[in-house]
């Protein structure tokens, strides 16, 4: 038996007519989960923008062979800050704000479980990220060197070692991804606790929503993966300013210990950002597919088995560096064996799409983009666990093609699909479908001819991180087809900004349930209510509102 809480759409008056400055000041001192997710959110797409100008920049450098646009200099930093933006400030606070909002109201809990580290863990976050991009007004220190960080995103060594990075640039790179980790660290562990212990009555692990179960996993991963990194930064701060010399080779440390540590993060890092994406689309493809989601109990294994396998796939990024046949036969073996899992989810979304009744909403057109995207970035994927091909390819832009179409075909458009489905639950007003059906066909458009020829002009032996090449490589009309996918992107993701603003005034009433879904954020009015329920709900299944709505079809199969 399933009981619910439906409340009405109501918006205080009072509230209303709050001076500007009084509404403002809420936000800033809230612990309420919802305000912080959509601040986390919000602040994670200011971030994109940012980062996606930096990588306009670096395109419009490479458009052509010989150019001259910017200097080695500022490309160096572009590509730095680009790298690190999308990572630590985009990808990480967007997905856990999504976690932030979602998990409380889906689980039938009133809060997170520490809601001041909740909003503690925000704050973290957007001061590491401001600190980071103070370093282009405060890093040029008593030498007069280059403005902002130069060392790649990944910062080896000995790029990193005062010698080569003169100022104080690299020292905000480590600080501001530093205090950014531990906002993060805060987030997982408040989502690890809160979905084992705030349940509510009748929800077991079996029965909750695939995204609880994603979050929780990567909650694990951010507090498994997340501290072996910032230990890694603060030996980093003590090579450089203390005498110490971890990572000094001439004075009997490891320049390659840094990336064991910097990989160690840095693969579970992919699953932290991927993993919610799944769960996006696990909960976005039944809903628009009228059926349940196809697989459940095994969807769950395998994404148990990804948490745990990803912590063992790390060094396959370093194939290049000598580490012996035995190493290299390891952690092949291992990338193989995790896109088993990864492969699973895949045939549940296309077992759960088969024999539907398909509606191609924004949201749908959004996750569907995300599984075929997603599948040639795997695809690739494994191509690159294969040693002797690694080494063929390794630093070339087959590896930035490959990488995007993970992080950016994956994560990105899965973000995209979720604003568009859990919006009218946040705001109360839907979308524009009309914007949001060309905002999906514009995007999927510039992103497929900038990063899909990638792959060409990496076999042909274009290499990562350089800011021009030579004009006899045969390389000009590859990069010329990616800059010029560039501009098209930007039209896409300014769609889908300015369909998020306008529709906040002017769209249409969404109403409780605008998309007839299944889980119990659902059951709440839209925007919700601060205490989200009005009397703490009471579930029988894992679809407890097609329980309430259709007790004549017990099995749930929408149709």
Known sequence: MTTLSTTPVTEPAEAAREPLATRLHRWAIT???????????????????????????????????????ISPQVFNQLFTMHGTTMVFLVGMPVLLG??????????????????????????????????????????????????????????????????????????????????????????GANLVTTILCMRCKGMTLLRMPMMAWMMLVVGVLVLTALGPLTAAQVMLLFDRHLGAHFF?????????????FFWFFGHPEVYILILPAFGFASEIIPTFSRKVLFGYPLMVAATVAIGFISLSVWAHHMFAVGMGPALNAFFSAMTFIIAVPTGIKIFNWIGTMWGGRIRFEPPMLFATGFVAMFVIGGLTGVMLAMVPFDWQVSDSYFVVGHFHYVLFG???????????????????????????????????????????PMHISGLLGMPRRIYTYQPDRDLELWNLISSLGVPIQMLGVSLVIWNLVRSAFKGAPAGPDPWDAWTLEWSTSSPPPEHNFDASPAVGSARPLWDLKHPEDPDGRYE
Do not use: C
């Open 31 to 69: 612990v309420d989960h919802k305000r912080l997710g959509i601040m986390y959110i919000a602040s994670g797409l200011v971030f994109f923008v940012i980062g996606g100008l930096e990588a306009a920049a670096m395109r419009a450098q490479l458009a052509r062979a010989g150019n001259d646009l």
């Open 98 to 187: 999504f976690g932030n909002y979602l998990i409380p109201l889906m689980i039938g809990a009133r809060d997170m479980a520490f809601p001041r580290l909740n909003a503690f863990g925000f704050w973290l976050f957007l001061f590491g990220g401001l600190l980071l991009y103070f370093s282009y007004i405060g890093a040029q220190g008593l030498y007069g060197a280059s403005v902002a960080p130069d060392v790649g995103w990944f910062a080896y060594a000995p790029l990193t070692d005062r010698t080569f990075s003169r100022g104080n640039s690299t020292d905000y790179w480590i600080l501001g991804i530093m205090v950014s980790g531990f906002g993060s660290i805060a987030t």
């Open 248 to 260: 000094d080779p001439q004075q009997g440390g490891s320049a390659v210990l840094w990336q064991h």
């Open 410 to 452: 994956g994560t990105v458009f899965a973000i995209f699909g979720a604003i568009h489905y859990w919006y009218p639950k946040a705001i109360g007003r839907m979308l524009d479908r009309r914007v949001g059906v060309w905002s999906f066909w514009i995007l999927f458009i510039g992103f497929n001819l900038t990063f899909f």
